[in-house]
């Protein structure tokens, strides 16, 4: 009976360490960092079996180094919750990678830093480096959000000077929030501290229903052009 790859020939780190040459810490290195081609194909497990007939290969510019970890800004679309969100992170819907080359590596341990209702869309941030998520969730407070909430109903006379004032709701005092109408059924809204499902509680509160509720930025990290359901990385020279 023939048996499975798995189980034959040797170690990818191993064959790469041999052809290059260089250490073992610096082949898995290779591998882990995606430079690596086996039969034409990138290989990112340095564990990896491969037979002595299996061509492989270096890509250009190969640096032993242990690939960075990632943060990724995602343009969620409504009715989509964390799970859907993290299940959105895929090749095929990378709308700009820059000069970050995707890794499957990259989809591990992400975790959701600025949480959003699911029947919202906009700006979601997805980290695997501890620097931003301790930023975001640490000084959370402290980072102003954007959004654009599409409303029905008719406010109170005073209703857009308590927006602007802050209320409670949600059991909590609000943080006073910046609200204008962009037309008669659009609220533009920016502030610290906004929580999921606070816009709406707030909202209600002065007569209106949210229809629609859209992040347009966190910080000094704007949603812009990126299209619903696509992704992009956070380049290095971007800060919230």
């Avoid at 034959?8 to 290195?29: D, M, N, T, W």
């Avoid at 960092?33 to 290969?57: F, I, K």
């Avoid at 979601?124 to 109903?153: C, F, H, M, N, P």
């Avoid at 920016?190 to 816009?199: C, E, L, M, N, T």
Wanted: hydrophobic residues 45%; contains cysteine.
């Amino acid at each position: 009976m023939t048996q499975p790859l798995t189980e034959e020939g040797i170690r990818l780190a191993k064959r790469v360490a041999e052809i290059v040459p260089c250490s073992r810490a610096e082949a898995e290195r290779y591998v882990a960092g995606g430079w690596v081609t086996v039969d034409g194909a990138v290989v990112e497990d340095p564990a990896t079996r491969v037979t002595p007939e299996q061509p492989v290969a270096l890509l250009p510019g190969a640096q032993p180094v242990e690939p960075a970890p990632v943060t990724i800004l995602l343009h969620k679309p409504a009715g989509v919750d964390a799970a859907g969100a993290l299940a959105l992170i895929a090749p095929e819907t990378l709308a700009s990678g820059g000069d970050t080359r995707f890794l499957r590596r990259h989809l591990a341990r992400l975790t959701v830093v600025t949480p959003l209702e699911p029947e919202a869309s906009g700006l979601l941030v997805l980290s695997q480096d501890w620097r931003v998520t301790r930023k975001l969730v640490d000084d959370g407070a402290r980072i102003e959000q954007e959004y654009v909430a599409e409303v029905t109903g008719a406010i109170l006379e005073d209703g857009l000077a308590r927006l602007n004032a802050g209320m409670r709701v949600q059991g909590r005092a609000t943080v006073p929030l910046k609200a204008s109408w962009q037309s008669e059924a659009r609220l533009r809204l920016a502030g610290k501290d906004i929580r999921p499902g606070q816009v709406a509680a707030m909202c209600a509160e002065v007569g209106l229903t949210v229809k629609s509720l859209r992040r347009l930025r966190i910080g000094r990290i704007a949603l812009g052009q990126l299209p619903s359901g696509r992704w992009r990385y956070l380049h290095e020279t971007e800060r919230f």
